[in-house]
């Protein structure tokens, strides 16, 4: 099974998104984290609706640091924001398997509540888009700089 962190700076909203679905469509082939640089301290309330809203489990998410998977083997480490993209990784991040997904931000999204949960929805079909094709990759036979090229096309998509 291969261990994904999925990487935001605040870790509440977009990281959590990607961490449930990663869980959720992975199927026992990839077991994710999410955690962030400088961490919010709380998951983002309209990321647990949509979780919600779409069916998946929205208890055991929490806003964590990075520093938390120091011991823990990571293999793969994607960023879902451009300001974590741009960041120095921590020492225990040289060796694994790098790749970037940028998306808006939804925690910034403004208007009516119908408006700010079709920012969030947006989000959440966005990274369902891209777990997808990372999951139709033969990830365990792939080389390590193969699956990060493949994962960094993924998401420019």
Same mark, same amino acid.
């Given at each position: 099974m291969l261990n994904v962190l999925i990487l935001c700076t605040g870790n509440s909203c977009r990281s959590v998104l990607g961490e449930a679905l990663i869980n959720h469509l992975g199927k026992g082939r990839c077991?994710? @984290?999410?955690?962030?640089?400088?961490?919010?301290g709380k998951v983002n309330a309209n990321a647990l609706a949509t979780l919600k809203r779409?069916?998946?489990?929205? #208890?055991g998410y929490r806003s964590q640091?990075? =520093? #938390?998977?120091?011991?823990?083997?990571? =293999?793969i480490a994607i960023t879902v924001?451009?300001?974590?993209a741009g960041e120095t990784c921590p020492v225990y991040l040289n060796s694994v398997i790098r790749a970037h997904w940028g998306l808006s931000d939804p925690a910034h999204a403004t208007g009516t #509540? #119908?408006?700010i949960a079709q920012a969030f929805q947006a989000t @959440?079909?966005?990274?369902?888009?891209?777990?997808?094709?990372?999951?139709?990759l033969p990830l365990e036979t792939m080389k390590p700089a193969e699956i990060a090229e493949a994962l960094n096309q993924i998401g420019k998509n």
């Amino acid at each position: 099974m291969l261990n994904v962190l999925i990487l935001c700076t605040g870790n509440s909203c977009r990281s959590v998104l990607g961490e449930a679905l990663i869980n959720h469509l992975g199927k026992g082939r990839c077991r994710a @984290y999410s955690a962030g640089s400088r961490p919010a301290g709380k998951v983002n309330a309209n990321a647990l609706a949509t979780l919600k809203r779409n069916g998946l489990p929205t #208890e055991g998410y929490r806003s964590q640091s990075w =520093d #938390e998977f120091a011991d823990t083997p990571i =293999d793969i480490a994607i960023t879902v924001c451009d300001s974590a993209a741009g960041e120095t990784c921590p020492v225990y991040l040289n060796s694994v398997i790098r790749a970037h997904w940028g998306l808006s931000d939804p925690a910034h999204a403004t208007g009516t #509540e #119908e408006e700010i949960a079709q920012a969030f929805q947006a989000t @959440y079909d966005a990274l369902t888009l891209r777990i997808d094709k990372m999951l139709a990759l033969p990830l365990e036979t792939m080389k390590p700089a193969e699956i990060a090229e493949a994962l960094n096309q993924i998401g420019k998509n």
